[in-house]
């Protein structure tokens, strides 16, 4: 497993950003597909995005898509997710997660290593 850290979550009102970092560690970071998941309260975690080990290929849920962009620099171990555009449905803790195989895999289940998650609140 690869060891996770997000950081760059806050508080925001409605319409504006954030871009969150997460910060790899312990295994080879380029032989791991990185994800973004969210869980709200009351909630199941539920999938954001991903990138794939090259980061030529990127997923989406439907609901993100054209506001969030994910990415990764393989040289400095970190995925970012930049987050435009945000509404008080986005508010979660986000949670950043791996997992060494391709494809797009949207199950929490597919993810064997976690970040400790970071808060995201959005103000209406």
């Known amino acids: 497993q690869v060891q996770l850290v997000e950081s760059g979550g806050g508080l925001v009102q409605a319409g504006g950003s954030l871009r969150l970092s997460c910060a790899a560690s312990g295994r080879t970071f380029s032989d791991y597909t990185m994800g973004w998941f969210r869980q709200a309260p009351g909630n199941e975690r539920e999938f954001v995005s991903a990138i794939i080990m090259s980061g030529r290929i990127a997923y989406y849920t439907d609901s993100v898509k054209g506001r969030f962009t994910i990415s990764r620099d393989n040289a400095k171990n970190t995925v970012y997710l930049k987050m435009n555009g945000l509404q008080p449905e986005d508010t979660a803790v986000y949670y950043c997660?791996?997992?060494?195989?391709?494809?797009?895999?949207?199950?929490?289940?597919?993810?064997?290593?976690w970040g400790q998650g970071t808060q995201v609140t959005v103000s209406s």
């Open positions: 997660a791996g997992r060494r195989s391709f494809g797009d895999r949207r199950s929490p289940d597919d993810y064997d290593s």
